[in-house]
T-cell receptor, first 111, second 112 residues
Framework: SQKIEQNSEALNIQEGKTATLTCNYTNYSPAYLQWYRQDPGRGPVFLLLIRENEKEKRKERLKVTFDTTLKQSLFHITASQPADSATYLCAPTGGGNKLTFGTGTQLKVEL | EPEVTQTPSHQVTQMGQEVILRCVPISNHLYFYWYRQILGQKVEFLVSFYNNEISEKSEIFDDQFSVERPDGSNFTLKIRSTKLEDSAMYFC??????????FGQGTRLTVV
């Protein structure tokens, strides 16, 4: 069955460092992969989308890589700030319109 | 900026009662979704809706759930006979073709 794995343990990093979050998937052949941010009690908010023919995508301090051979995406936040503290969700997408999220990784950026 | 709106923000209902959660998706979007998030747990897919019919549903979406798009703007989730374990945040989302999804702020459903 299809499975999306994100590190369920919270990631604590110091302000200014780069946070790297991992998303691994099995039994998917996604045409693209999305990353979302979720704050407590709020709906997910879209951050970045990377297509299968793209290796890397950047937006301001965010960078996403997509390795379809490894079936993995990495999500980086450079120069992290306390305001980046949230849960980050990945969603490999394609082959229909079902949009399923991983369990999410909680990021905490400390001063 | 267009947004997905959900009402009510919080609904308290007695076990066994029917509830209808309402959503107004973004007007030109094609795909509509409902998700559930039990407190402290992951965002779980319930159902997707396209071209006026259910296109995919999860095993959670059993016979007690139904969805409707009655008038071309609203998108509703009905739970026929609520159980305590239905207590959760319910999120509606919509999107265009092969693009990102936009989520509403959610309805917190409490079944007592």
């Amino acid at each position: 069955s299809q499975k999306i794995e994100q590190n369920s343990e919270a990631l604590n990093i110091q302000e200014g460092k780069t946070a790297t979050l991992t998303c691994n998937y099995t039994n998917y052949s996604p045409a693209y992969l999305q990353w979302y941010r979720q704050d407590p009690g709020r709906g997910p908010v879209f951050l970045l989308l990377i297509r299968e023919n793209e290796k890397e995508k950047r937006k301001e301090r965010l960078k996403v890589t997509f390795d379809t051979t490894l079936k993995q995406s990495l999500f980086h936040i450079t120069a992290s700030q306390p305001a980046d503290s949230a849960t980050y969700l990945c969603a490999p997408t394609g082959g229909g319109n079902k949009l399923t999220f991983g369990t999410g990784t909680q990021l905490k950026v400390e001063l | 900026e267009p947004e997905v709106t959900q009402t009510p923000s919080h609904q308290v209902t007695q076990m066994g009662q029917e509830v209808i959660l309402r959503c107004v998706p973004i007007s030109n979007h094609l795909y509509f979704y409902w998700y559930r998030q039990i407190l402290g747990q992951k965002v779980e897919f319930l159902v997707s809706f396209y071209n006026n019919e259910i296109s995919e549903k999860s095993e959670i979406f059993d016979d007690q759930f139904s969805v409707e798009r009655p008038d071309g703007s609203n998108f509703t989730l009905k739970i026929r006979s609520t159980k305590l374990e239905d207590s959760a945040m319910y999120f509606c989302a919509s999107r265009w073709e092969n693009t990102e999804a936009f989520f509403g702020q959610g309805t917190r459903l409490t079944v007592v």
